[in-house]
């Protein structure tokens, strides 16, 4: 979705009759959403939010480093030498079928692998006042964070 919005702000910039050459010299676009919609607090994150578009408010107190995830790694048939980009379901690794009655071999950074940014981040919950509750210890969430 945010992908799609940014690519709709970049051809109406684009398009625009402004005179001036500096609105076609963008090079990307990047929506981002702020203030969407009402806060989630991190006691209903649950399973039917999976795939949803929400909003969390907390405090970051982990991250780790940015690694690379591989979403789809080329293989080579040793036969007839066909090269396949074989996608990598969130990055575990799995063989294609077999080219020519053998597996095929990873290419690990050849033309068709394709890699993705990713961070982890752990994200504790704000609490206020009213919520406070005496000597509970403040939920936490860990989130992945990829860059498309």
């Known amino acids: 979705m945010i992908r799609s919005l940014s690519l709709s702000i970049y051809h109406v910039l684009s ?3 402004s005179g001036t050459q500096a609105i076609h010299t963008i090079p990307q676009v990047i929506a981002r959403v702020s203030k969407f919609g009402p ?4 006691k ?20 780790s480093d940015i690694k690379p ?14 090269d396949k980009a074989h996608p990598l ?9 077999p080219c020519c009655g053998m597996t095929p071999t990873p290419i ?9 940014d990713l961070q982890k981040v752990r994200l504790q ?5 009213e919520q406070n509750e005496a000597g509970r210890i403040p939920r936490t969430v860990e989130c992945e964070l990829t860059a498309t």
């Open 89 to 97: 379901k969130d990055g575990k690794y799995s063989t294609p079928l």
């Open 125 to 129: 919950e704000v609490v206020s006042e």
């Open 44 to 63: 209903d994150l649950r399973a039917n939010l999976y795939g949803k578009f929400v909003t969390v408010q907390g405090t970051v107190v982990r991250v």
């Open 69 to 82: 995830l591989v979403t789809h790694l080329q293989f080579t048939c040793a036969n007839c030498s066909l």
């Open 39 to 42: 806060v989630t607090p991190l």
């Open 108 to 116: 690990h950074s050849g033309p068709l692998t394709r890699t993705i």
């Open 15 to 17: 398009s625009a009759e």
